[in-house]
């Protein structure tokens, strides 16, 4: 059976190239980076060499960019680093309702250490309402952190207006680009960013790497100890391999943007027409237009996602209800909550994203399982 992949906001595959950039640093250039014999030098270069890669596909100073574990790692760098650095400043964050589980559980955890957060509502497209953050700003506030999109519902944030309401006010703005990372083109001095996460294995580098951009001159403190790795910032020895295929992976996605991001929109918006043309009852959510380019999250009246997407496994498509990281979770979304989402219809919702290896005919596999399965389901409701 031919397995369809509508899952990439989820994870990617590691692409060949990207494999194959990565294999001499597991078994022959295996040295440590923080090693001075020429097998850790040669570490110590490749690293610097992807540090150069991803600094350059965002705008930004080699030096200016971190090396994590991954984007979750990275968003509790950047909350957390910033929110010790400046606790003498000031305590309070503002975020938004429908962040990444990384963020809106750092700002819990930042909360019960007495540090205040605000969570801006969202309309019921998912974008925040500048007005409302501008109002929520308070002389203690010291950081303002908003998703650049989000990974359920793909609404692209006016990052550009946030960071110069951020810095017109001298407060810190960092932005979760997880998923914009490589379906946007993103300058951080163009949008105004001072901090941006980033994780590999959403653009077809590996699991487990990912970076944290630091604007230069901004002060955080590191929340774990160990070696002096990443400017003391991040402890642990680096992850050479891996850390290549993050440099290899950016730089080739941002060398065929053009091409991938133009497929991404065509195979988006050819799923949503065979979708309006069917006699299914659904529902969009996030704006129509102003969303990632893979991206399409629809609530179906009726339907349990989870055995939808049981139905369509035994069919060898892989798709899903919402975010990943929110798996076995009995509760509704709380990103579809936040945007005014009944129940039901949060219960019903499946998110497709699509990658480089999709086409038109995976797609109309899907839509035609999703017109025999879902009203066989509604009848057994």
Not at 167 to 190: L, R, W, Y
């Amino acid at each position: 059976m031919k397995i369809r992949y509508f899952d990439h906001a989820a994870t990617t595959p590691v692409s060949d190239t990207v494999m194959q950039a990565m294999l001499p640093y597991f078994q022959i250039e295996y040295g440590n980076a923080s090693a001075l014999y020429s097998l850790g030098r040669t570490s110590k270069k490749a690293l610097e060499e992807a540090r150069r890669k991803v600094a350059n596909s965002i705008g930004a100073l080699p030096k200016e960019i971190y090396f994590t574990s991954c984007g979750s790692e990275s968003d509790n760098l950047a909350l957390k680093g910033i929110a010790y650095a400046n606790k003498e400043k000031g305590n309070h964050i503002i975020t938004s309702k429908i962040e990444h589980p990384a963020v809106i559980n750092t700002c819990k955890n930042l909360e019960n250490q007495g540090f205040e957060v605000t969570y801006l509502n969202v309309d019921s497209n998912g974008f925040i309402n500048l007005e409302e953050l501008a109002n929520s700003i308070k002389p203690q506030t010291i950081l303002i952190s908003i998703m650049f999109a989000n990974n359920e519902i793909g609404t692209i944030q006016p990052i550009k207006e946030i960071g110069i309401i951020a810095h017109k006010n001298n407060i810190i703005f960092h932005t979760d680009s997880v998923q914009a990372i490589g379906n946007i083109k993103i300058d951080v001095n163009e949008y105004n960013i001072d901090l941006l996460s980033i994780s590999g294995h959403k653009l077809y580098a590996p699991k487990g790497v990912g970076a944290l951009y630091v604007r230069e001159g901004i002060n955080f403190e590191k929340i774990q100890d160990g070696g002096h790795q990443e400017k003391d910032k991040r402890a642990g020895t680096e992850n050479v391999a891996e850390i290549v295929g993050l440099g290899r992976a950016i730089e080739e996605i941002y060398q065929e943007y053009e091409k991938y991001n133009k497929k991404l929109i065509d195979l988006r918006e050819y799923y949503i027409e065979q979708i309006e043309k069917s006699d299914l009852n659904y529902k969009l959510n996030g704006d129509r237009k102003k969303r990632l380019p893979g991206n399409v999250n629809i609530s179906f009246s009726g339907v349990n996602a989870q055995e939808l997407l049981l139905a369509l496994d035994e069919r060898g498509i892989c798709a899903s209800a919402g975010s990943a990281c929110s798996t076995g979770n009995p509760m509704p979304s709380h990103v579809l909550t936040a945007i005014g989402l009944s129940p039901e219809l949060a219960n019903g919702t499946l998110r497709v994203s699509f990658g480089k290896d999709n086409n038109k005919e995976d797609v109309d596999f899907l839509v035609q399982s999703l017109k025999e399965i879902i009203p066989i389901i509604q009848k057994n409701a």
